[in-house]
């Protein structure tokens, strides 16, 4: 059970301050605790100064003044903007994708920035991002985007599949939408590229499949507007690609919300999907990846 945390990890650079200030922005919304993490690979970070004399001492001072320099460019704008929110800082041993995937095991969402200190600038997505994105437990917001004051009414816009988890993806997007009072678009592409030849056997067994979808797409809805009677919500059946019309629809959006993958066959492990991945290589606003929640407190 997820104790409704929420976990941030940060590494100096500016992606992780405003994430980090997101990341609060949700946290004082859900009056929650908020975690900021920076990982160290200096392993005597997590033994509280009791490194053994002598050894590497510089490196280890150089560590340890990097972390508090990265939890501090985090905090001190978290601190002004959101007082009322409860922080903890933590430096934890390890790189960056495993700790993250570690310390938030039994957090409600985890929001990394899209590209971390010492990047390229022609890079869109670093490996941290990918890799906890693919490998949490929980929900992750991967961030890239300008900060506002506060979440706008700029929609949230959520891609529903044909899966068995797209009603949860749903139920969670409508969370968040409730949550900035925002409105929610639920996006399903009715795409017919991956039925090869349109003859007439494949042309039936596309129209069964996508009933199948359609009708999990109403019963996703009227769920969401069960759990969260003040939601604005509306549905948008394409026949385009989902990549293309999430892009699209991200233009103007303040959070895309996607599951995994959209497969129904069995898959061993947290598969990220090829939607999953075009779109945190070229969403213009953050992306939410939104495994298998635990419930918990909210």
């Known amino acids: 059970m997820n104790d409704g945390t929420i976990l941030v990890g940060v590494d100096g650079s500016p992606n992780a301050r405003v994430a980090a200030l997101w990341a609060a922005m949700v946290a004082d919304r859900r009056q ?61 041993p390890g790189l960056s994708g495993p700790v993250l995937e570690a310390a938030g095991a039994d957090a409600a969402l985890i929001v990394v920035g899209a590209v971390g200190v010492g990047a390229s600038h022609t890079l869109s997505i670093g490996s941290t991002a990918i890799e906890v994105a693919q490998n949490a437990a929980c929900p992750v917001v991967v961030w890239r985007s300008e900060l506002r004051s506060s979440p706008s009414r700029a929609p949230i816009v959520v891609g529903v599949g044909g899966s068995g988890t797209s009603a949860q993806v749903l139920l969670t997007a409508a969370e968040y939408a409730t949550l900035f009072d925002a409105p929610l678009i639920a996006v399903q592409s009715c795409s017919s590229s991956h039925i090869g030849e349109l003859t007439a056997p494949n042309l039936a067994y596309w129209n069964t499949h996508e009933s199948v979808k359609r009708d999990r797409l109403d019963s996703a809805v009227d769920a969401a507007i069960t759990r969260f009677p003040a939601l604005s919500i509306r549905t948008l059946i394409t026949m385009n690609s989902p990549e293309r019309v999430l892009l699209e629809r991200a233009e103007l959006a303040q959070l895309v919300v996607i599951g995994p993958r959209d497969d129904t066959r069995p898959q061993a492990g947290p598969i990220l999907g090829p939607v999953g991945r075009h779109l945190l290589l070229h969403n213009p606003c953050p992306t939410m990846i939104c495994h298998d929640p635990i419930p918990g407190p909210r």
């Not at 053994?52 to 972390?67: I, K, L, M, N, S």
């Not at 460019?73 to 409860?86: E, K, Y």
């Open 32 to 92: 929650c605790l908020l975690r900021i993490v920076h990982a160290s690979r200096d392993e005597s970070a997590s033994m509280a100064g009791s490194a053994v004399p002598g050894e590497h001492p510089y490196a280890t001072r150089v560590h340890r003044r990097q972390a508090r320099e990265a939890l501090l460019r985090a905090l001190i704008p978290v601190r002004r903007h959101f007082p009322d929110v409860s922080v903890r800082c933590e430096t934890m």
